[in-house]
């Protein structure tokens, strides 16, 4: 099993690549944010309460998404490993997932922090507001409130896993090629330290 967190600000293409690296390696992909997207429109309780959080930008309570993240990974018993995208985004997070992972006999095996500086997040996040129907991608002080938040509430949490040496940074600018080549790197690097065999079913490139 292997374990992958995706790391980074709002709009430095954790979903574009996420999908990729599914696609290359056939790991089963836990996005709070799509998750928390489909409470909303199911307009379950918890869809309800979460929006209140996200329409403003800010990041939706730790006992709220850690419930979810919790009940996914008991309904995934033999997964081949797990991608987090958007998770975790607070060192309470992190602690929680290192427990619900140790419960499973596994751990966190990389965590790759996308590197995309600021004014280029503002710019995507706008653009892809244009057509992605995300309300919070339509406006720009929302949209400044949610990297607001990352850099005060998630980018502590690289540290908690620079201190466990399993943190590395991809540079993300450059075509979605270019960056997933790097984060591919970066895995097989990985795989080959643990001494783990490509899981891929399609050798690509
Ligand atoms: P982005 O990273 O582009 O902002 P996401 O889809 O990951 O997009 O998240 C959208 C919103 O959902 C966040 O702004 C936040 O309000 C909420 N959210 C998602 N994941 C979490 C999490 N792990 N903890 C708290 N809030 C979260």
Known sequence: ?????????????KGTQSQLIIDHYQFTHLSTGDMLRTEIER??????EAKKFMDRGALVPDEVVIAM?????DAQGNAKGFIF???????A??????KLLSLKATSI??????????EELIKRLLLRGQTSGRTDDANEEVIRARIAE?????SPVADYYAQQHKLQTVPA????????ARIKQQIDKRFAELNLHSVSSHPRS
């Open 1 to 13: 099993m292997f374990n992958l967190i995706l790391f980074g600000p709002p709009g430095s293409g």
């Open 43 to 48: 307009q379950t309780p918890l869809g309800m």
């Open 69 to 73: 993240i919790s009940s996914r990974l």
């Open 85 to 91: 995208d958007g998770f975790p985004r607070t060192t």
């Open 93 to 98: 997070q992190a602690k929680a997932l290192d």
């Open 109 to 118: 095996h990389l965590v790759l922090l996308m590197q995309v500086p600021e």
């Open 150 to 154: 990352y850099y005060n509430k998630t």
């Open 173 to 180: 600018v450059g075509s979605i090629e270019e960056v997933f």
